[in-house]
T-cell receptor, first 118, second 113 residues
Framework: AQKVTQAQTEISVVEKEDVTLDCVYETRDTTYYLFWYKQPPSGELVFLIRRNSFDEQNEISGRYSWNFQKSTSSFNFTITASQVVDSAVYFCALSDPPRDGNNRKLIWGLGTSLAVNP | EAGVAQSPRYKIIEKRQSVAFWCNPISGHATLYWYQQILGQGPKLLIQFQNNGVVDDSQLPKDRFSAERLKGVDSTLKIQPAKLEDSAVYLC???????????FGPGTRLTVL
């Protein structure tokens, strides 16, 4: 069965610190997608990134970076020089690629609540 | 490009009453999802539509919840009758086939008293 584990329930940092959010996944499939979403206090889930299982290149987008390691089944998310606006709940998710013309459902982690204090 | 629209944003009802939520997905997105998110938890998929057909409704409490997506665009989720445990945020999302990244609306916060 597929599963996503975000072991860190809550993290608190001071502004400008770097912080890494961990995500470990389980799947028997060789082809899959991994996602990160941000949910700020306003409540709307914001898509951050999709990573395909066959692409292990790390990705950087501004202060955000993602480290995908198939050997350890991990897809960790690092925020460099954190800011107060980064305070949110961050969810990691997993899905199979589309099949029979349908998108597959996302398997969600329980989320990590990040508090960035001034 | 307009995002996913949902209404209402907030709704307060008493138990045993009925309620309906509306969602308009991003133009061109064939897949539409309804999620329930209880405070402090991750989203729980209630139903997934591909165009106007149901792909997955395995976690939809069909004795009280119903959803439809007429003409493969807008969708409505209904709860009848509501229970206290239905208090949650109901999120609608849509995605383009093949990439599967889902884009979410602002949600409807339902309080059942």
């Amino acid at each position: 069965a597929q599963k996503v584990t975000q072991a860190q329930t809550e993290i608190s940092v001071v502004e400008k610190e770097d912080v890494t959010l961990d995500c470990v996944y389980e799947t028997r499939d060789t082809t899959y997608y991994l996602f990160w979403y941000k949910q700020p206090p306003s409540g709307e889930l914001v898509f951050l990134i999709r990573r395909n299982s066959f692409d292990e290149q790390n990705e950087i987008s501004g202060r955000y970076s993602w480290n995908f390691q198939k050997s350890t089944s991990s897809f960790n998310f690092t925020i460099t020089a954190s800011q107060v606006v980064d305070s949110a709940v961050y969810f990691c998710a997993l899905s199979d690629p589309p099949r029979d013309g349908n998108n597959r459902k996302l398997i969600w982690g329980l989320g990590t609540s990040l508090a960035v204090n001034p | 490009e307009a995002g996913v629209a949902q209404s209402p944003r907030y709704k307060i009802i008493e138990k045993r009453q009925s309620v309906a939520f509306w969602c308009n997905p991003i133009s061109g997105h064939a897949t539409l999802y309804w999620y329930q998110q209880i405070l402090g938890q991750g989203p729980k998929l209630l139903i997934q539509f591909q165009n106007n057909g149901v792909v997955d409704d395995s976690q939809l409490p069909k004795d009280r919840f119903s959803a439809e997506r007429l003409k493969g665009v807008d969708s409505t989720l209904k709860i009848q009758p509501a229970k206290l445990e239905d208090s949650a945020v109901y999120l609608c999302a849509s995605s383009f086939l093949a990439y599967n990244e889902q884009f979410f609306g602002p949600g409807t916060r339902l309080t059942v008293l």
